[in-house]
Each structure stands twice: as C-alpha cells, then as structure tokens.
C-alpha cells in the first residue's frame, strides 16, 4: 500500500519561505513521477509542480522563479521549497504519486501578515 505523507506547512509572512516534505512509503519513489498540487479555500485543485523520474520538472505559472520541487532518492521524499512567498499562495497543499493516483493528506500553508 502506498502512503504518502506531507509536512512542513504552516504560517508565515509574505516574502517568507517554507519548505514543505511529503515521504512516501510502499513505493521507490525514484521510478516514479511525483507532484505537489494546492487547493484554496472555493477553488479546485491545481498543479503546483511535478517531478517526473526520468523528464524534466514543470511548473504552475504562478510559481515559476519562486518555487522549486527536488526529490531524494535514498530518503524516499519529494521536496517543495517555496520562497518569496504571497498571500495568493494560501493553501492545503497535497502531493500526489502519479501513476496511481495516490494523494498524501495535505498539509496547510497560510501566507499572511
């Protein structure tokens, strides 16, 4: 059974920076494409960034420059480093196993002064 579970959220104030982990387990995640998704309050879910095991990285718009997602092989855990953070980056933040489309729990990030 695969399980993946975020950490790293919370408070901070606009400019400020996170980093936010998500571990997995039941999988080698080193074979796999992994991705972090957000959801604000009243909105859908988006792409934030993905991983895949063998391509190129692939950003949302909006975090492009400002957010980058890394992967640790031998810990088993996908990394999302978030820098110059804005309040529109408010958000339950997920991180998604692609292939089996398997969600962690989610982990809050509030950006507010």
């Known amino acids: 059974q695969v399980l993946l579970v975020e950490s790293g959220g919370g408070l901070v104030q606009p400019g400020g920076s996170l980093r936010l982990s998500c571990a997995a387990s039941?999988?080698?995640?080193?074979?796999?494409?992994m991705g972090w998704y957000r959801q604000a309050p009243g909105k859908q879910r988006e792409m934030v960034a993905i991983?895949?095991?063998?391509?190129?990285?692939n950003y949302a718009d909006s975090v492009k420059g400002r957010f980058t997602i890394s992967r640790d092989n031998a810990k088993n855990t996908v990394f999302l480093q978030m820098n110059n953070l804005k309040s529109e980056d408010t958000a339950v933040y997920y991180c998604?196993?692609?292939?089996?489309?398997?969600w962690g729990q989610g982990t809050q990030v509030t950006v507010s002064s």
């Open positions: 039941g999988i080698s995640i080193s074979v796999y494409d």
């Open positions: 991983i895949p095991w063998r391509a190129s990285t």
């Open positions: 998604k196993e692609l292939q089996n489309n398997v």
